[in-house]
């Protein structure tokens, strides 16, 4: 693996530090949510450089998920069968990259907004619920 220093001024190194926590892994973060961002790499070599175990962790993700979709009146299993797996992961992988994007003040305002773009966020976004 390669090796790449840099050099930032303390007060910023500190204050990043205390706000991300590990600056190496949220660098890596970072750069590999651009390269995926602009199409330098697959969303695969992205959970790759990542560390995600996709199956796994989307299908725990839909586990949470089961309880919360239509009342609880769906199972993970039904739930599974509902949800593309590839397309949840590049839409949150979407959203992700927004947060390198854009400034603080107007982030909340953008994701309402892209998240008013996915199936369902016009009912969303007006708050309706399907019934």
């Known amino acids: 693996m390669q090796q790449i220093q840099i050099a930032l001024p303390d007060e910023l190194a500190s204050f990043l530090k205390e706000k991300w926590g590990n600056l190496e892994r949220k660098l890596i973060e970072i750069i590999v949510v651009e390269a995926y961002r602009e199409g330098s ?37 039904q739930l599974k069968e509902m949800v593309e797996t590839t397309q949840v992961t590049e839409n949150a992988l979407s959203l992700l ?25 016009e009912d969303w976004k007006f708050g309706r619920r399907n019934k």
């Open 97 to 121: 990259s927004l947060i390198y994007e854009h400034q603080p003040d107007i982030l909340a305002a953008i994701i309402d907004d892209n998240l008013a773009l996915l199936p369902g966020g």
């Open 41 to 77: 790499i697959s969303s695969g070599k992205l959970r790759e450089l990542l560390g995600f175990s996709s199956p796994l962790e989307i299908e725990a993700a839909i586990r949470d998920a089961s309880v919360e979709v239509l009342d609880g009146n769906c199972s993970p299993f």
